[in-house]
């Protein structure tokens, strides 16, 4: 558009920046990246103004290169050069937010400064001077209360009148008038500077540019192509400044800004003392919140809390789980409380009597005088009975219950896929295609979307209250200890749903080295997917060693704490402790919009890269699963001949160190890529021929016919699928968080490693122990593990060097 | 002495930062400059939140240490 606007919306965390923006552009919002980073990029269309882009920028704390924010902002600000700059600024902390205000007066670009909160600042008894700082910084001061949506678009309309005169009667080259903040020596200095850099930089502004020159602003100095022998002249009045003031050139600059604010308040602020001098609540909440024996058993309540919701047996996230896969996506289901008995039996009842009436005829006519049905999660045997020809009888009698006659029947999506394609006639590939591969694919990203769904709403409830800054505060000592910080935290619970929001929330890490090693780290969680591996193989193989499910997780836990130690100590992560910086926002209760915003653009992101990953993915794994090389389409009996089947055979040999080399191994386990779930449906069919009455039997045979110690095969198996990487939906986030492909390299070589060293020893040294004897894998084995325990235990690097 | 010295309560006054560039520039622009005034809110276990102007920072152990202050 020729006659577009760009107006950029600027302002520090937490001063309401985002509730401005969504008030003033409403749902037009269109979210991406920043260039070569991870940092969200959003924009929107100013209501009522098509041709006004209002670019909400991360929030900021200044203008120097400090976070990825900082740079992502400034790199805005100066190249893309909007046509105004909306500031919003907290007006309960006016001090501290001004800070970032000068540096943006400073770049000569027209100026809104929104002061937010001005209904707290009145209620405190505190007033503010507008006219007095928009003198001082030459730029046009408002009072918004974005929150009460009060003076938001008259802030915003300022903004576009402002830019449109700015642009009618200056032109881009003409020199703006920008605040003088610093004292003499300083100023004279600047002024040097703003001589020898004429021409090189957009006239308006120049200021900025010498203001960044004066602070060896390593990044202006490149760009502008300064050579060392003209920096060395200006150097030289960089150095008298630095000896007259006796402090270094950045803390002088940030020092006299501070100094420049201080006395502009002291002219334009006039504070209601009492009420300053007091604890404010948020203080009272942090001494129980942060308090050092209570912190820890709050914060795992609220743990608890979010567990229960979202992945506990029988709780909100289980149950719309539950209702989402075989209900909603599947079948059908009753409205809730319409349903009503028919006979004296509800429809579930009636549904399983009729399954037992098709298994008893099915087994009577295949000579058999005992019928079973099987658990469909665990594929064991969940009822058994003896059958007559009087039961066959009979049960060749029953009908299939009309779930309509049972309550108000809603039909399921996939039952309404396949009523349309029966009606439509099409053939029976079309229709395996439809439902098995492409439907079979979108429902399992859907399946997922209760518990991820609940998980996110949790966590932007704690995060918009401002709760999980203090969880970082809390765990950062104890994580400190593994390389990590007290922002690892937040991922790695949210690992416990779902690896892929889980790697997204590592972002929140400032330091670079932390925020990778979570990203590695934070999958070794099991996840809500893995979850479904463990209760199979608990059931199937470990009925007696009841504690086999919580060990997975404890296991999770310890490969990241060692993982953590090892990490630590290589060249790519050894470095100083980390500092530990954050702002702790005042508590407050979040607002619905505020944490509908939040989870919803989280879920979208999920929904649409786990929508395009995942889709065709199950699409090519039915079509591998049920065509042979010619293309002929197989049966259910068929797999053997499939192209699975070949594509299994190739790969084989690498599993076969942990004792599960064999074509189904390999196939399960790849297809476990996918999705994690998958490796217990893929393993369901290609031991289908195993020859067992039921899919347990099938998989307890397929694992006695490929190894002497079938239980250790199957710990072997399960465990490798729970810690090699993760699915390819969050291989491919972690890929696009760590920011280079040779990070993301890393991250999978990594996990993979762990994952095949864990499950090697599982099985060779569990062999070993079961009297199996001692082979070449067991050598490697107990090798590979001394190498582990000398990555994990070495000194560090910083303590090497000093040696 | 530095900021780990200060108590939960007490009040003291900023002298200069040390360490690292980036994390003083940052501790800067957050308002910790020579001649602000910061008060300790809360301690655990080393770590502090530290009442900045308006607002609470919190800060590790490390940070702390390298913030010079004077007693008010």
């Known amino acids: ?803 | 002495m530095t900021l780990e010295a200060v108590k939960e309560g007490e009040r003291a006054r900023i002298v200069r930062v040390n360490g690292d560039e980036a994390v003083k520039r940052h501790l800067g622009a957050l308002g910790f400059v020579a001649g602000t005034v910061v008060r300790v809110v809360g301690t655990s276990y080393g770590n502090m939140i530290l009442a900045v102007h308006e607002s609470r920072i919190a800060v590790n152990d490390a940070t702390a240490g390298n913030v010079e202050v004077d007693a008010v």
């Open chain 1, 1 to 803: 558009m020729a006659n577009s606007m760009k107006i950029a919306l600027a302002g520090n965390p937490n001063s309401g920046k985002t509730t401005l923006f969504n008030a003033i552009t409403g749902s037009e919002q269109y979210v991406g990246n920043w260039p070569g980073v991870t940092v969200e990029k959003k924009d929107g269309i100013l209501h009522g103004h098509k041709e006004v882009v209002i670019q909400d920028l991360p929030g900021i704390y200044s203008l120097s290169p400090y976070s990825i924010e900082e740079k992502v902002s400034r790199r805005f600000l100066v190249e893309e050069r909007p046509d105004a700059i909306l500031n919003i600024v907290d007006g309960t902390n006016i001090e501290r937010n001004l800070y970032l205000s000068t540096q943006l007066a400073e770049l000569g670009l027209p100026m809104v400064m929104a002061v937010n909160m001005m209904d707290v600042v009145k209620k405190n008894g505190d007033s503010i001077d507008f006219a007095k700082i928009a003198k001082a910084l030459r730029c046009e001061v408002v009072g918004i209360s974005a929150l009460k949506k009060e003076g938001d678009m008259e802030a915003a309309e300022l903004a576009v009148a402002l830019a449109k005169k700015s642009a009618a009667d200056k032109g881009p080259n003409k020199l703006p008038d920008v605040p003088h903040v610093f004292s003499g020596s300083v100023e004279h200095a600047i002024a040097h500077i703003e001589e020898s850099i004429q021409g090189k930089v957009p006239a308006r502004s120049i200021r900025w540019y010498a203001i960044k020159i004066f602070e060896r602003d390593r990044e202006v100095i490149k760009d502008l192509g300064i050579g060392v022998g003209e920096m060395k002249h200006l150097e030289e009045h960089i150095r008298d400044c630095e000896k007259e003031l006796g402090d270094d050139a950045e803390s002088i600059i940030t020092n006299q800004r501070y100094d420049f604010i201080k006395s502009l308040m002291n002219r334009s602020l006039a504070l209601n003392e009492k009420r300053h001098s007091k604890a404010t609540l948020s203080d009272r909440i942090d001494k129980i919140v942060t308090h050092r024996i209570l912190a820890l058993p709050i914060f795992v309540v609220s743990l608890c809390a979010m567990w229960w919701l979202a992945v506990a047996e029988k709780g909100p996230g289980t149950v719309l789980t539950d209702w989402a896969n075989d209900e909603f996506l599947a079948d059908g289901w009753h409205l809730p409380f319409t349903t009503h008995e028919v006979d004296g039996k509800d429809y579930d009842a009636a549904k399983e009597d009729f399954a037992k009436a098709e298994a008893t005829v099915k087994a009577w006519e295949a000579g058999e005088k005992k019928a079973s049905i099987e658990d469909e999660e665990t594929g064991e045997v969940a009822d058994e009975w003896d059958i007559d020809e009087a039961a066959y009888k009979a049960a060749k009698e029953a009908e299939e219950p009309d779930p309509s006659k049972y309550g108000v029947w809603v039909p399921g999506i996939g039952a309404l896929i396949t009523g349309a394609l029966e009606r439509a006639g099409v053939s029976d590939t079309v229709k395996s295609l439809v439902v098995d591969g492409a439907w079979g694919g979108v429902a399992t990203v859907l399946g997922f979307v209760p518990v991820i769904f609940i998980v996110f709403l949790f966590l932007a409830f704690l995060e918009d209250c401002g709760y999980m800054a203090r969880v970082a505060f809390i765990m950062d000592r104890l994580l400190r200890k593994f390389g990590l910080s007290g922002k690892s935290f937040i991922p790695m619970l949210i690992g416990k749903g779902c690896g892929v929001p889980a790697v997204m929330a590592a972002r929140t890490i400032e330091n670079e080295r932390a925020r990778r090693m979570t990203v590695i780290l934070a999958t070794f969680v099991p996840c809500g997917a893995k979850t479904v591996i463990i209760a199979m193989f608990a059931a199937l193989f470990f009925r007696e060693q009841w504690y086999v499910a919580a060990l997975m997780d404890v296991v999770g836990i310890a490969i990241i704490i060692f993982g953590g130690m090892a990490l630590k100590k290589t060249r790519l992560f050894s470095g100083e402790a980390s500092s530990f910086v954050l702002e702790l926002p005042a508590y407050h209760m979040p607002t619905v919009s505020g944490v509908w915003h939040h989870t919803w653009n989280r879920l979208k992101g999920y929904i649409l890269k786990a929508g395009l990953i995942i889709f065709p993915a199950c699409v090519f794994l039915w079509f591998v699963m049920h065509f042979d090389w010619s293309l002929n389409l197989l049966g259910d009996e068929e797999i053997e001949k499939s192209i699975l089947h070949d594509l299994g055979s190739w790969i084989a040999w690498f599993f076969a160190p942990l004792g599960f080399g064999s074509w189904q191994g390999a196939a399960a386990s790849v297809s476990a890529e996918i999705a994690k779930e998958q490796a217990t449906a893929t393993l369901g069919l290609v031991a289908a021929n195993m020859g067992g009455a039921t899919t347990g039997a099938n998989i307890q045979a397929f694992f006695a016919s490929i190894s002497a110690f079938p239980k250790l095969a199957a710990l072997s198996f399960m465990l490798f699928n729970l810690f090699v990487p993760p699915c390819m939906v969050a291989v491919a986030v972690t890929f696009r968080e760590m920011g280079a492909k040779k990070w993301g390299w890393f991250a999978v070589a990594f996990q993979l490693f762990v994952g095949y060293v864990i499950s090697l020893n599982a099985y060779r040294l569990g062999v070993l122990f079961a009297g199996g004897g001692f082979g070449f894998w067991t050598a490697v084995a107990i090798l590979v593990d001394l190498f582990c325990l000398w990555m994990i235990f070495r000194p560090a690097r910083e303590e090497r060097k000093r040696q």
